[in-house]
Protein backbone atom coordinates (compact mmCIF):
# COMPACT_ATOMS: atom_id res chain seq x y z
CA UNK A 1 0.00 0.00 0.00
CA UNK A 2 1.44 3.53 -0.75
CA UNK A 3 -0.14 6.36 1.96
CA UNK A 4 -0.44 9.74 0.93
CA UNK A 5 -2.13 13.09 2.70
CA UNK A 6 -2.56 16.14 3.57
CA UNK A 7 -3.51 18.43 6.49
CA UNK A 8 -5.15 21.63 7.34
CA UNK A 9 -5.47 23.40 10.48
CA UNK A 10 -7.23 27.03 11.30
CA UNK A 11 -8.17 29.13 14.22
CA UNK A 12 -11.78 29.55 13.00
CA UNK A 13 -13.34 32.68 12.94
CA UNK A 14 -14.13 33.37 16.96
CA UNK A 15 -11.17 32.38 18.54
CA UNK A 16 -8.46 33.91 18.86
CA UNK A 17 -5.62 31.21 19.18
CA UNK A 18 -4.77 27.76 17.26
CA UNK A 19 -5.08 25.41 20.49
CA UNK A 20 -5.29 22.39 17.73
CA UNK A 21 -2.13 20.49 17.05
CA UNK A 22 -1.60 17.75 14.25
CA UNK A 23 1.26 15.23 13.11
CA UNK A 24 2.20 13.63 10.28
CA UNK A 25 4.82 11.51 10.04
CA UNK A 26 4.59 9.28 6.97
CA UNK A 27 7.97 7.71 8.00
CA UNK A 28 6.78 6.44 10.74
CA UNK A 29 3.01 5.36 9.78
CA UNK A 30 1.51 8.12 12.41
CA UNK A 31 -0.99 10.72 12.01
CA UNK A 32 -2.33 12.93 15.15
CA UNK A 33 -5.51 15.25 15.44
CA UNK A 34 -5.12 17.07 19.31
CA UNK A 35 -7.65 19.38 20.41
CA UNK A 36 -6.90 21.27 23.26
CA UNK A 37 -8.69 22.87 26.27
CA UNK A 38 -7.93 25.07 28.77
CA UNK A 39 -7.30 28.53 29.47
CA UNK A 40 -4.00 30.98 29.70
CA UNK A 41 -2.27 29.40 26.39
CA UNK A 42 -2.69 25.96 28.46
CA UNK A 43 -5.03 23.96 25.77
CA UNK A 44 -2.41 24.76 23.22
CA UNK A 45 0.62 23.34 25.38
CA UNK A 46 -1.61 20.47 26.42
CA UNK A 47 -2.00 19.59 22.81
CA UNK A 48 1.65 20.31 22.00
CA UNK A 49 2.70 18.27 24.55
CA UNK A 50 0.69 15.54 23.61
CA UNK A 51 1.69 15.42 19.82
CA UNK A 52 5.31 15.74 20.27
CA UNK A 53 5.07 12.64 23.33
CA UNK A 54 3.10 10.12 21.24
CA UNK A 55 5.51 10.79 18.58
CA UNK A 56 8.45 9.90 20.59
CA UNK A 57 6.60 6.86 21.89
CA UNK A 58 6.40 5.26 18.80
CA UNK A 59 9.59 6.37 17.72
CA UNK A 60 11.20 4.67 21.05
CA UNK A 61 8.56 1.21 20.72
CA UNK A 62 9.77 0.28 17.10
CA UNK A 63 10.46 -2.89 16.37
CA UNK A 64 9.56 -4.18 19.26
CA UNK A 65 7.54 -7.37 19.89
CA UNK A 66 4.91 -8.88 22.05
CA UNK A 67 7.54 -10.73 24.36
CA UNK A 68 10.10 -7.12 24.49
CA UNK A 69 10.11 -4.95 27.51
CA UNK A 70 7.61 -2.61 27.55
CA UNK A 71 7.20 0.92 29.35
CA UNK A 72 3.56 -0.26 30.46
CA UNK A 73 1.91 -3.81 30.66
CA UNK A 74 1.41 -4.81 27.21
CA UNK A 75 -2.44 -5.23 26.47
CA UNK A 76 -3.66 -8.54 25.02
CA UNK A 77 -6.88 -6.83 23.55
CA UNK A 78 -4.64 -4.59 21.17
CA UNK A 79 -1.84 -5.54 18.61
CA UNK A 80 1.30 -4.67 18.53
CA UNK A 81 0.41 -0.89 17.04
CA UNK A 82 -2.81 -0.94 19.21
CA UNK A 83 0.36 -0.96 22.12
CA UNK A 84 2.55 1.47 21.00
CA UNK A 85 -0.47 3.85 20.39
CA UNK A 86 -1.54 3.47 24.23
CA UNK A 87 2.33 4.04 25.14
CA UNK A 88 2.09 6.90 23.26
CA UNK A 89 -1.71 8.55 25.25
CA UNK A 90 -0.28 7.27 28.33
CA UNK A 91 3.19 8.97 28.19
CA UNK A 92 1.59 12.20 27.31
CA UNK A 93 -0.71 11.80 29.85
CA UNK A 94 2.02 11.79 32.24
CA UNK A 95 3.79 14.62 30.41
CA UNK A 96 0.83 16.68 30.73
CA UNK A 97 0.17 15.89 34.79
CA UNK A 98 3.98 17.22 35.23
CA UNK A 99 3.27 20.54 33.64
CA UNK A 100 0.52 20.88 35.84
CA UNK A 101 2.44 19.99 38.89
CA UNK A 102 5.05 22.67 37.72
CA UNK A 103 2.62 25.56 36.71
CA UNK A 104 -0.23 26.34 38.45
CA UNK A 105 -1.59 28.77 36.09
CA UNK A 106 -1.72 25.50 33.79
CA UNK A 107 -4.19 23.39 35.96
CA UNK A 108 -7.41 22.24 34.00
CA UNK A 109 -5.30 22.16 30.75
CA UNK A 110 -6.09 18.86 28.83
CA UNK A 111 -6.19 17.72 25.42
CA UNK A 112 -8.33 15.46 23.12
CA UNK A 113 -6.38 13.01 20.53
CA UNK A 114 -7.11 10.83 17.82
CA UNK A 115 -3.90 9.25 16.59
CA UNK A 116 -3.71 6.24 13.82
CA UNK A 117 -0.74 3.89 13.37
CA UNK A 118 -0.45 3.13 9.92
CA UNK A 119 1.62 -0.24 8.98
CA UNK A 120 1.86 -1.83 5.87
CA UNK A 121 -2.81 -2.70 5.69
CA UNK A 122 -3.47 -2.15 9.11
CA UNK A 123 -4.23 0.11 10.60
CA UNK A 124 -4.12 0.69 14.78
CA UNK A 125 -6.76 3.69 16.22
CA UNK A 126 -6.30 5.40 19.21
CA UNK A 127 -8.84 8.46 20.38
CA UNK A 128 -9.93 9.91 23.75
CA UNK A 129 -12.06 12.61 23.98
CA UNK A 130 -14.38 14.06 20.76
CA UNK A 131 -12.03 14.25 18.17
CA UNK A 132 -12.94 12.05 15.36
CA UNK A 133 -11.90 9.40 13.02
CA UNK A 134 -14.09 8.17 9.94
CA UNK A 135 -13.27 5.83 6.81
CA UNK A 136 -14.74 6.60 3.62
CA UNK A 137 -14.75 3.63 1.25
CA UNK A 138 -16.43 3.23 -1.42
CA UNK A 139 -19.82 5.33 -1.56
CA UNK A 140 -20.01 5.13 2.21
CA UNK A 141 -18.55 7.13 5.13
CA UNK A 142 -18.22 4.98 8.74
CA UNK A 143 -17.29 6.97 11.99
CA UNK A 144 -14.64 4.91 13.62
CA UNK A 145 -14.60 6.70 16.84
CA UNK A 146 -17.00 7.38 19.28
CA UNK A 147 -16.91 10.87 21.09
CA UNK A 148 -16.41 10.80 25.01
CA UNK A 149 -18.59 13.76 25.59
CA UNK A 150 -21.38 14.62 27.73
CA UNK A 151 -24.05 14.91 24.34
CA UNK A 152 -22.66 11.86 22.82
CA UNK A 153 -23.45 9.91 26.44
CA UNK A 154 -27.23 11.80 25.60
CA UNK A 155 -27.59 10.66 22.51
CA UNK A 156 -26.40 7.11 22.79
CA UNK A 157 -29.27 6.96 25.90
CA UNK A 158 -32.24 8.70 23.94
CA UNK A 159 -32.19 11.59 25.56
CA UNK A 160 -30.78 13.76 22.92
CA UNK A 161 -31.02 13.64 19.30
CA UNK A 162 -27.89 14.37 16.88
CA UNK A 163 -29.78 17.96 15.67
CA UNK A 164 -30.59 19.20 19.59
CA UNK A 165 -26.56 18.40 20.06
CA UNK A 166 -24.81 20.61 18.02
CA UNK A 167 -26.95 23.25 20.04
CA UNK A 168 -27.08 22.52 22.94
CA UNK A 169 -25.05 24.62 26.23
CA UNK A 170 -23.07 21.58 27.20
CA UNK A 171 -22.21 19.99 23.96
CA UNK A 172 -18.49 21.26 24.41
CA UNK A 173 -18.28 19.06 27.73
CA UNK A 174 -16.30 16.23 26.99
CA UNK A 175 -16.31 13.17 29.50
CA UNK A 176 -12.58 11.99 28.95
CA UNK A 177 -9.51 13.90 27.78
CA UNK A 178 -5.80 13.78 28.45
CA UNK A 179 -5.83 15.97 31.60
CA UNK A 180 -2.86 14.40 33.93
CA UNK A 181 -5.70 12.21 35.59
CA UNK A 182 -5.04 9.31 37.51
CA UNK A 183 -7.19 7.16 35.52
CA UNK A 184 -7.06 6.64 31.66
CA UNK A 185 -9.65 5.11 29.32
CA UNK A 186 -8.12 5.37 25.79
CA UNK A 187 -10.42 3.14 23.23
CA UNK A 188 -8.20 1.25 20.74
CA UNK A 189 -9.01 -0.49 17.68
CA UNK A 190 -7.90 -2.09 14.78
CA UNK A 191 -8.84 -2.26 10.73
CA UNK A 192 -7.59 -2.60 7.58
CA UNK A 193 -6.90 -0.37 5.01
CA UNK A 194 -8.10 -1.26 1.42
CA UNK A 195 -6.71 0.92 -2.18
CA UNK A 196 -9.20 3.62 -2.20
CA UNK A 197 -9.70 4.39 0.94
CA UNK A 198 -9.43 7.68 2.67
CA UNK A 199 -9.31 8.17 6.66
CA UNK A 200 -10.17 11.47 7.59
CA UNK A 201 -9.01 12.54 11.83
CA UNK A 202 -10.08 15.91 12.58
CA UNK A 203 -11.03 18.03 15.62
CA UNK A 204 -14.77 18.94 16.89
CA UNK A 205 -14.29 22.68 14.94
CA UNK A 206 -15.24 20.43 11.95
CA UNK A 207 -17.90 17.98 13.16
CA UNK A 208 -19.58 20.90 15.60
CA UNK A 209 -20.98 22.31 12.19
CA UNK A 210 -21.31 20.14 9.68
CA UNK A 211 -23.15 16.92 9.45
CA UNK A 212 -21.75 13.60 8.53
CA UNK A 213 -23.49 13.60 5.26
CA UNK A 214 -21.63 16.71 3.94
CA UNK A 215 -18.71 16.00 5.51
CA UNK A 216 -19.07 13.00 3.48
CA UNK A 217 -19.90 14.61 0.20
CA UNK A 218 -16.02 16.51 0.23
CA UNK A 219 -13.73 13.52 1.45
CA UNK A 220 -15.54 11.55 -1.07
CA UNK A 221 -15.39 13.75 -4.08
CA UNK A 222 -12.78 12.94 -6.81
CA UNK A 223 -10.71 15.92 -5.30
CA UNK A 224 -6.82 15.83 -4.23
CA UNK A 225 -6.45 15.08 -0.61
CA UNK A 226 -5.43 19.15 0.04
CA UNK A 227 -8.57 20.19 -1.73
CA UNK A 228 -10.19 18.05 0.32
CA UNK A 229 -8.80 19.69 3.70
CA UNK A 230 -9.09 22.93 2.25
CA UNK A 231 -12.85 22.14 1.48
CA UNK A 232 -13.49 20.99 4.76
CA UNK A 233 -12.12 24.20 6.78
CA UNK A 234 -13.52 26.52 4.76
CA UNK A 235 -17.21 25.13 4.76
CA UNK A 236 -16.69 24.78 8.70
CA UNK A 237 -15.69 28.54 8.18
CA UNK A 238 -19.08 29.49 6.39
CA UNK A 239 -20.84 27.92 9.39
CA UNK A 240 -19.78 30.14 11.53
CA UNK A 241 -16.45 28.44 12.43
CA UNK A 242 -16.75 29.39 16.01
CA UNK A 243 -14.10 26.71 17.09
CA UNK A 244 -10.63 25.70 15.72
CA UNK A 245 -10.28 23.41 12.72
CA UNK A 246 -8.06 20.81 12.04
CA UNK A 247 -8.01 18.12 9.28
CA UNK A 248 -5.77 15.49 8.51
CA UNK A 249 -7.06 12.67 5.79
CA UNK A 250 -4.94 9.62 4.60
CA UNK A 251 -5.46 7.78 1.45
CA UNK A 252 -3.84 4.16 0.47
CA UNK A 253 -3.34 3.09 -3.13
CA UNK A 254 -2.47 -0.18 -4.02
CA UNK A 255 1.73 -0.06 -5.18
Not at 222 to 249: S, Y
Request: aromatic content about 4%.
Amino acid sequence: MQISWAARTDRGLSRSQNEDKYCARPDLGLFVVADGMGGHAGGEIAAGLAVDQIRQAIETTAGLSRDDSWPMPFDIRSGIDGNRLRVGLTMANARIAQEIKGFEKLRGMGTTVVAILVTGCKVALANIGDSRAYLQRGASLRRLTKDHSWVEEQIRAGTLTEAAARHHPWRNIVTRALSGCDELLIDVTELEFEAGDRLLLCSDGLTAVLEDSEIQRVVAAPTDLQGVCDELVGRANAAGGPDNITTVVVAVAAN
